[in-house]
């Protein structure tokens, strides 16, 4: 008999044989609407700049936009590294500063810091997922995205011209048991920080909930919903908050892994979306982008999403190419991200 072995040294090596191609650069120029960039960093070694630089040349990556631009002076001198300095390679969203949120005084300040940014530069808001699971207001009770009393951040918004890319929840399996049955075990159990299966936080579909109470609230905002709508593993649950409220985009950024273990309905999603989706990567290196292009590009079958890894990040299963089209890739690598931020 066999001796027994632990789930931790099973990697086992794929004995498929298919066709496969590598894509070094995006068949199009490519926006890559959802990243975040050291700019601070980069301010002090202009040399690792100069290697980003590069690497997008490298990829057909034409412009990156950052969303971790935060706001004030900080959001200023974000831009003047990235977007003054290299004036059409980058744009950069800001952020809001919540720690102090529905305080006395704090909904005024905050709307006037965000127009204030938006007339530094700042190309959108970038709302991060810690609104709903950590924020909470003076009296102790978590802020949701639908609040009243932070309303007006999103009109203002609205009036300012400017997108709300916002992340809200995370896999559905973060909200769920740790035990055997959960297909994200591998990743929860090397970051336990994401896992939000506790009665200090709201279940998966109450947080989803509220996200889309807040776009349907608002018509005259652009949403931009991160990760897939934030609920990549339900394309039909997401198609269908696409149809109802037509102020919504949405990005893919960090969830091809999702996308390519559906092709079909992947494929499906995105021909019939394609003036709606966006581009994006959530930080990927080399080999991550052109995963990405791979994926969208090729009809590959049965591939590592993350093949310099020696074990999958986010869940035991390849993926599968979707071959989109031409006009469709487009659309996806470029266009729709210059229009949501301004830069047509």
Request: glycine share 6%; charged share 25%.
């Amino acid at each position: 008999m066999p001796e027994d072995l632990l789930l931790s040294e099973f990697t086992p090596h794929v004995e498929l044989v298919v066709p496969q191609h590598t894509i070094n650069r995006s068949r199009f120029v490519s926006l890559d609407a959802h990243n975040h960039l050291p700019a601070e960093r980069y301010r002090t070694n202009p040399a690792e700049l100069r290697q980003l630089l590069g690497e997008m040349d490298a990829l057909n990556v034409g412009c990156i936009a950052n969303l971790s631009g935060g706001w004030g002076d900080n959001l200023r001198m974000n831009i003047s590294t990235l977007d003054q300095a290299f004036p059409g390679r980058f744009v950069t969203l800001c952020n809001i500063d919540w720690q102090e949120a529905l305080s006395e005084g704090w909904l005024e300040h905050t709307l006037k810091q965000f127009e204030t940014d938006v007339k530094a530069g700042a190309r959108g808001l970038k709302v991060f997922k810690e609104l709903g699971l950590v924020y909470r207001d003076p009296a102790g009770r978590l802020i949701m995205p639908d609040d009243p009393r932070i309303a007006p951040i999103w009109d203002k918004a609205g009036a300012l011209g400017v997108p709300v890319l916002i992340h809200t929840a995370d896999p559905t399996a973060f909200f769920k048991p740790l035990n055997g049955n959960n297909e994200r075990w591998d990743e929860l159990q090397r970051h336990p920080e994401w896992h939000f299966y506790d009665p200090r936080f709201p279940e998966f579909m109450e947080l989803i909930q509220a996200l889309y109470r807040v776009i349907a609230a608002h018509p005259a905002t652009t949403f931009i919903t991160a990760h897939v709508g934030c609920y990549a593993e339900n394309l039909g649950f997401v198609s269908e908050m696409l149809e109802r409220c037509p102020n919504m985009l949405t990005d893919i950024s960090a969830r091809v892994a999702e996308l390519g273990r559906a092709p079909y309905s992947a494929h499906r999603f995105f021909n019939a979306f394609a003036d709606r989706i966006l581009f994006g990567t959530d930080g990927a290196d080399m080999a991550g982008y052109r995963v990405c292009f791979r994926f969208l590009e090729t009809a590959d079958e049965y591939f590592s999403y993350a093949p310099n890894m020696p074990y999958p990040p986010q869940g035991r299963w390849n993926i599968y190419g979707i071959t989109l089209d031409d006009e469709v890739l487009r659309k996806i690598y470029w266009k729709n991200a210059a229009k949501a931020f301004g830069m047509e």
